[in-house]
């Protein structure tokens, strides 16, 4: 099977994005990615999230799940996995922040047998960007991952992932909220394999916005790396 033939199967957690999710989906469908799977995993919204769904985003993608009750990002992620058939998967979130006219960028090494797993590093080849709190988070959570995993990772905590679906869905995943991140990246490195990094846009939104991530999930997320060091 050459790389034009092969399925990317796109996993969009998301939780009260009835804003923005059929703007994402939209998106999602435009990007220049031929064979797409797109998976919605609904992490038990309490705003319309859940209408919008049925009503405007059902038609358009190839399966929608909901979680009974709210479990965190990681849990819809590891519901997202086990659901998906592409040969390749990749993760998007139901915000704004990232461009799935980015994809081939990221996808591309492993559509062509060269590379496993890639990230998008959104630092790789720009100014970093968002609340100085943030960035300065994600500049020590990397690097402290990097120091157990022996990776050269410029942005552990990106949401552009992408895997191999036979090696995604191999890894016993865990973590329920954000501490996915260090947890995957841990684990995918005591499999053996290098994460290749490629540069990719983002376009931070603010906790107004509705970003959720906190000062916990940091808190978290340094406890997961020591964990699976």
């Given at each position: 099977?050459?790389?034009?033939?092969?399925?990317l199967?796109?996993?969009?957690?998301?939780?009260?994005?009835?804003?923005?999710?059929?703007?994402?989906?939209?998106?999602?469908?435009?990007?220049?990615?031929?064979?797409?799977?797109?998976?919605?995993?609904?992490?038990?919204?309490?705003?319309?999230?859940?209408?919008?769904?049925?009503?405007?985003?059902?038609p358009?993608?190839?399966?929608?799940?909901?979680?009974?009750?709210n479990?965190?990002?990681g849990?819809a992620?590891?519901?997202?996995?086990?659901?998906?058939?592409?040969?390749v998967v990749?993760?998007q979130?139901?915000?704004?922040?990232?461009?799935?006219?980015?994809?081939?960028?990221?996808?591309?090494?492993?559509?062509?047998e060269k590379?496993?797993?890639?990230y998008?590093?959104?630092?790789l080849?720009?100014r970093?960007?968002?609340?100085?709190?943030?960035?300065?988070?994600?500049?020590f959570?990397?690097?402290?991952?990097?120091?157990?995993?022996h990776?050269?990772?410029?942005?552990?905590?990106?949401?552009?992932?992408a895997?191999?679906?036979?090696?995604?869905?191999?890894?016993?995943?865990?973590?329920?909220?954000?501490?996915?991140?260090?947890?995957?990246?841990?684990?995918?490195?005591?499999?053996?394999?290098?994460?290749?990094?490629v540069p990719?846009?983002?376009?931070?939104?603010?906790?107004?916005?509705?970003?959720?991530?906190?000062?916990?999930?940091?808190?978290r997320?340094?406890?997961?790396?020591?964990?699976?060091?």
């Open positions: 099977m050459n790389s034009e033939e092969k399925v199967s796109i996993i969009i957690p998301c939780y009260n994005e009835e804003s923005s999710i059929v703007s994402i989906i939209k998106k999602v469908l435009e990007s220049p990615v031929k064979n797409k799977e797109i998976i919605v995993v609904d992490d038990c919204s309490t705003d319309g999230t859940g209408k919008v769904l049925e009503e405007q985003v059902r358009l993608v190839s399966k929608i799940i909901y979680h009974k009750i479990m965190g990002k849990a992620l590891r519901t997202g996995f086990q659901a998906a058939t592409g040969d990749i993760i979130d139901a915000d704004m922040e990232y461009d799935p006219n980015e994809y081939p960028k990221v996808v591309t090494p492993i559509f062509e590379e496993s797993v890639v998008g590093s959104r630092f080849e720009q970093r960007k968002g609340y100085l709190a943030n960035r300065m988070a994600n500049w959570l990397t690097v402290f991952s990097n120091f157990f995993t990776e050269r990772l410029t942005d552990m905590e990106t949401c552009y992932k895997f191999r679906r036979d090696i995604i869905q191999s890894v016993d995943l865990v973590e329920n909220r954000f501490g996915f991140e260090p947890e995957i990246t841990a684990k995918i490195s005591k499999k053996g394999i290098k994460i290749k990094e990719i846009s983002y376009y931070p939104r603010t906790n107004e916005d509705g970003k959720k991530i906190g000062f916990r999930d940091g808190l997320a340094l406890y997961v790396i020591w964990r699976y060091r």
